[in-house]
Nanobody, 125 residues
Framework: QVQLVESGGGSAQPGGSLKLSCAASGRAFSDYVMGWFRQAPGKERDFVAAITWSGGGTYYADSVKGRFTISRDNAKNMVYLEMNSLKPEDTAVYYC??????????????????WGQGTQVTVSS
């Protein structure tokens, strides 16, 4: 069982930056693939980024590639999403998620077993 709590959301202007954090508690955090998803009003939950247990593998949605960076600190049970060059279309609730399979399965949310409560990110001028 893993509990996930996101923080760091808020408002930013287009071109600005935000850094999201996800604190994990529970067993075997370092064995899990961790991901970030986002959901805008009236839309499906979309994959943003994922990172393997070692941090050696990272995966990004095309829409954020080159702008967002996912990282993790297994010693602190933390996952981060650094977001730069923000655009209005990045506005959404961002969710941290954990996949207990231990290997990257893909971008479908159904692969992930545990979810945080979400944090709002709003990008507007």
């Amino acid at each position: 069982q893993v509990q996930l709590v996101e923080s760091g959301g808020g408002s930013a202007q287009p071109g600005g930056s935000l850094k999201l954090s996800c604190a994990a508690s529970g067993r075997a955090f370092s064995d899990y693939v961790m991901g970030w998803f986002r959901q805008a009003p009236g839309k499906e939950r979309d994959f943003v980024a994922a990172i393997t247990w070692s941090g050696g593998g990272t995966y990004y949605a095309d829409s954020v590639k080159g702008r967002f960076t996912i990282s993790r600190d297994n010693a602190k049970n933390m996952v981060y999403l650094e977001m730069n060059s923000l655009k209005p279309e990045d506005t959404a609730v961002y969710y941290c998620a954990a996949d207990s399979d231990g290997y990257y399965s893909g971008t479908n949310p159904r692969y992930y077993d545990y979810w945080g409560q979400g944090t709002q990110v709003t990008v507007s001028s």
